[in-house]
């Protein structure tokens, strides 16, 4: 089976998780410390590196950045075309 990630990249989000937290004028770590409210621990570098896809996400943080910037989590996806 085909891998649906190319290269190197570890996760599918980390475009659109920039693109929102930039729209939206948040920092990474006020993304950090909004997770943190739900009991989400990520920190401002991991942040960074779900940003530039060198680290992978876990569902938990999936949900818990879609609540954080008002989505679905389906919307947090980059599908290649």
Request: proline letters at 1%; hydrophobic letters at 40%.
């Amino acid at each position: 089976m085909a891998r649906i990630i190319d290269g190197k990249a570890m996760n599918m989000v980390g475009d659109k998780v920039k693109e929102l937290r930039l729209a939206r004028g948040m920092s990474q770590q006020a993304v950090s410390n909004q997770l943190e409210t739900m009991a989400i621990y990520v920190c401002r570098g991991s942040i960074s590196r779900i940003e530039d896809k060198t680290r992978t996400v876990t569902d938990i943080e999936l949900y818990g950045l879609s609540q954080v910037f008002g989505v679905k989590m389906e919307e947090l996806f980059c599908i290649p075309e």
